[in-house]
């Protein structure tokens, strides 16, 4: 029911910054919580930052804490997971996702997600 159409994954060098960005079908956008979560080879996929429907509260692992920004703009039906001073370690597979009425940081709640979309830090 609901659409995800990510962007702007790429390559990037160490200490640079990456702007994704997840494009939502939902006529009511704002009723959905969203997550972006990431997934590197071989290894479980992770939270990395949530944002409530109205975007009034955030959450962020520990390890994007301090450099990654979650943000969204329901007028345009779009979150955004803006990354600065990424690390080799940020390299994955980041993906955006939706639930209904909530935001929560386990990846197995949310029914709704992106292609994903791949974003490697060289050292």
């Known amino acids: 029911q609901v659409q995800l159409v990510e962007s702007g994954g790429g390559l990037v060098q160490a200490g640079g910054s990456l702007r994704l960005s997840c494009v939502a079908s939902?006529?009511?956008?704002?009723?959905?919580?969203m997550g972006w979560f990431r997934q590197a080879p071989g290894k479980e996929r992770e939270f990395v930052a949530v944002?409530?429907?109205?975007?009034?509260?955030?959450y962020y692992a520990d390890s994007a804490k301090g450099r990654f920004t979650i943000s969204r703009d329901n007028a345009k039906n779009t979150v955004y997971l803006q990354m600065n001073s990424l690390k080799p370690e940020d390299t994955a597979i980041y993906y955006c996702?939706?639930?209904?009425?909530?935001?929560?940081?386990?990846?197995?709640?949310?029914?709704?997600w992106g292609q994903g979309t791949q974003v490697t830090v060289s050292s």
């Open positions: 944002i409530s429907g109205s975007g009034g509260s955030t």
């Open positions: 996702a939706a639930q209904k009425f909530a935001y929560k940081n386990d990846y197995q709640s949310y029914p709704y």
């Open positions: 939902a006529r009511t956008f704002s009723s959905y919580g």
